[in-house]
């Protein structure tokens, strides 16, 4: 008997495994936080399959959150210019579902919008589809992950025919070359990393390429590294390419017999020739020449990328151009090899696999496909055509919607967008406007929480019996130890009886979070993410990889799901794709560069990133000693050339401005960074101090495919205060 609960590390895709236990131990002294609450004990979850007990700092003090600025009551007030009052759950959802009735009556339903987050469970993200896709018939659900994973899904669609990366963790220790392209992995996704690190420490010839403008921790460890002008990723990708073909590191019978279009991309690389790519790039040819050498000489290539890549107006172009790399020299589908996005959130995978982004429907289907609509519309039991088959509004076109009044309720649930999205006081402007926004999170204060009508409090980690899926496509269920702060609820729970106040009674049935799990599952039936198998029953046993089919689908999906066998953790393994013809694709794409170059006004490519202790906007590690000392302050990496020119020495105070705002931070001068390059960390928002906000600055031109916004360059001039 023991009394330790198995849950999952509530921050990034890595999904590390966690074991919790109670704050009171036989003989032991309660652990305390700075407030008296006591600390439940985490560890490491030895037996979880993707993390092996190991934890970063964040999964490590997680427990110190959970009592800290909770968001306790539903809280309510008529305008933004007044003070909440606390009011029971009736009175909030009452208003809310009236607000909803009569919106619905007069603008339609079109004019109501939910935008969530990666950091929700599978059935709160299922619940929300089903309200707002299936019972309303909008299709404007949108979460973060539009942020942060959507030019990576549009590539694997696009390239392999679904989404879902064909890799798993255990190509961490097999592969002999890995390619690691806009991700600073070693802050990021430090366990993954760490993986990593590990195999290429113990075995020489295995090489390590890093692709990022700045000197990241990862870069430090790499054998070679690319310092790239930002923006310049597609030149880079066909320059590889290029060299790869001319050199003969070719796999033509692959090539032949699984793929399409690879005369088109080869007329485009040949206008890649190692000179114009290294000029293009700032690297020299010898550095271009060694990467193509890697790629070529290694018969296990594996490419990890994450933001650096994803969050560009090219996104999903240069997710295409690294998978164009794998499948010109066959690697893919096999141990140690493939193309592999690192997930930036819990389970921003989860998301996906339930339908939660404005264009994609539960079991990986897509809104614009009139079949895998009619299939959602039977299952629900709602009329034929109540689907939208209309992407609805994504996270920035809420905003636009906003402005323009067409917008009439914005439901923003377990994320905060007054300092996450781009352009960050247009949208905050466009917030103000809201005519009604609910608030469901489990904090209290944020930035976002000003902006608000209705507060609802939500039950956060520990605290709600739920799954996530993290980067491998490995399913934990959460387990809840304790229950809700004060009256806060599930998501879904709020979401389904909402629902039910609609008048969709029959729709929203669940007594619990297993009973919603149950039924989602159903949906994914000969998906290509089938998890027919999994129940929380089931996963209460251990976390579990998908594809996980039910027992008499598990042989037939082994063949046609191209895999060899459903315990082989890999996709495409049988080279099939999930393509109509089985055929992955070639993408033929010249670059553009950045949607906003630097000129002579505003002379500087700014980048931000993550630092490895805090986490988003710090609504959690912004409370934890331990990581505010790591962390103190944001801060404006220059490189000692730029630095002098300006006459900024190190902790002067700098003003930094685009076209769209300003904000203030001490210099750190550095060579981390290349010449004419900037960088910053992206966790500061309104509440932690004036002007340090990343995104005051960035813009929001985003990729035509994947609509995901360019957070990662804009162009800025320097002031020394
Ligand atoms: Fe949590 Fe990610 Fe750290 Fe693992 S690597 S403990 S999932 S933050």
Not at 499 to 507: H, P, V
Request: neutral net charge; charged residues 20%; aromatic residues 8%.
């Amino acid at each position: 008997m023991t009394d330790t609960t198995r849950t999952l590390c509530p921050y990034c895709g890595v999904g590390c495994g966690l074991d919790v236990s109670p704050p009171a131990q036989p003989g032991k002294a309660i652990h305390r936080d700075s407030q008296g609450n006591p600390i439940w004990k985490v560890k490491g979850d030895r037996n979880h399959p993707s993390s092996q007990g190991m934890v970063c700092v964040k999964g490590a003090t997680i427990a110190e959150s959970i009592d800290k600025n909770r968001l306790r009551y539903p809280m309510l007030r008529d305008s933004l210019d007044q003070p909440f009052r606390r009011v029971s759950w009736d009175e909030a959802l009452t208003h809310i579902v009236s607000r909803m009735r009569s919106l619905c009556a007069t603008q339609g339903a079109d004019a109501i919008c939910m935008y969530g987050s990666g950091q929700m469970q599978t059935e709160d993200y299922y619940v929300a589809q089903k309200l707002l896709k299936g019972c309303l018939g909008t299709n404007n659900f949108d979460s973060n992950s539009r942020l942060c994973m959507s030019s990576a899904v549009a590539g694997y669609v696009q390239s392999l025919g679904a989404d879902g990366p064909p890799c798993c963790y255990e190509d961490l220790d097999l592969t002999d070359c890995a390619f690691i392209i806009g991700s600073n992995a070693a802050e990021c996704h430090p366990i993954v990393f760490n993986r990593l690190q590990k195999h290429h420490k113990k075995n020489h010839n295995v090489k390590m390429i890093v692709v990022d403008p700045r000197r990241t921790p990862t870069a430090e460890v790499a054998d070679l590294h690319l310092a790239i002008h930002p923006g310049t990723d597609i030149d880079l990708l066909n320059g590889i390419a290029h060299l790869l073909l001319h050199w003969g590191y070719f796999e033509s019978e692959f090539v032949s017999e699984c793929t399409a279009n690879f005369p088109a991309f080869a007329e485009v690389i040949s206008h890649y020739p190692p000179d114009v790519v290294a000029r293009r790039c700032g690297i020299s040819v010898e550095d271009l020449e060694t990467s193509a050498r890697y790629w070529g000489t290694s018969k296990r290539v594996l490419s990890l990328w994450s933001m650096g890549v994803n969050q560009s107006t090219e996104g999903t172009a240069k997710v295409r151009g690294i998978i164009n790399l794998h499948l010109m020299t066959g690697q893919i589908g096999k141990p140690g090899c493939g193309p592999f996005s690192l997930t930036g959130q819990p389970n921003a995978m989860g998301g996906r696999e339930s339908g939660g982004l404005c264009n994609l429907l539960p079991g990986y289907r897509h809104v614009q496909n009139a079949q895998e609509r009619a299939e959602v519309e039977k299952f629900w039991g709602i009329p034929a055509g109540r689907i939208s088959s209309n992407w609805g509004r994504t996270a920035w076109d809420m905003i636009t919607g906003l402005e323009t009044g067409d917008v009439g309720l914005l439901w923003i649930v377990a994320t905060n967008p007054a300092v996450s999205l781009p352009d960050v006081k247009r949208a905050q402007a466009a917030l103000l406007r809201s005519p009604f926004t609910v608030y469901q999170d489990a904090y209290y204060p944020t930035e976002t929480a000003a902006y608000a009508h209705v507060l609802l409090p939500a039950a956060q980690w520990g605290e709600k019996t739920g799954t996530m899926t993290n980067s491998e496509r490995v399913v934990t269920l959460c387990q809840a130890f304790r229950p809700p702060v004060g009256e806060a609820k599930p998501d879904w729970e709020i979401i389904a009886e909402v629902g039910r106040r609609l008048g969709f009674t029959d729709k929203f049935p669940f007594a619990n979070s297993a009973e919603v799990y149950a039924e989602y599952v159903q949906l994914t039936r000969d998906r290509p993410c089938d998890m027919t198998g999994l129940s929380h029953a089931r996963l209460a046993q251990g976390p579990i990889q998908w594809p996980y089919p039910d027992e008499a689908k598990q042989e037939k999906l082994a063949e046609s799901l191209h895999t060899v066998t459903v315990s082989v953790k890999r996709l495409y393994t049988n080279l099939r794709f999930a393509t109509p013809d089985g055929r992955a694709r070639f993408s033929a794409y010249h670059s553009r560069g950045l949607a906003e170059p630097p000129d002579a006004e505003y002379p500087f490519v700014l980048t931000n990133g993550r630092l490895y202790g805090h986490w988003h906007t710090q609504t959690r590690t912004g409370r934890i000693e331990k990581i505010k000392q790591m962390h103190p302050q944001p801060f404006l990496e220059i490189h000692p050339r730029d630095a002098a020119k300006l006459k900024i020495q190190e902790n002067d105070l700098v003003e930094v401005r685009s076209r769209r705002g300003k904000a203030h931070f001490p210099a750190k001068v550095t060579k981390a960074i290349a010449p004419g390059t900037l960088f910053i960390p992206m966790h500061w928002g309104a509440l932690w101090g004036d002007e340090t906000e990343a995104n005051a600055l960035t813009h929001p031109e985003r990729d035509p495919d994947s609509h995901q916004p360019e957070l990662k360059a804009c162009a800025v001039q320097l002031i020394p205060a």
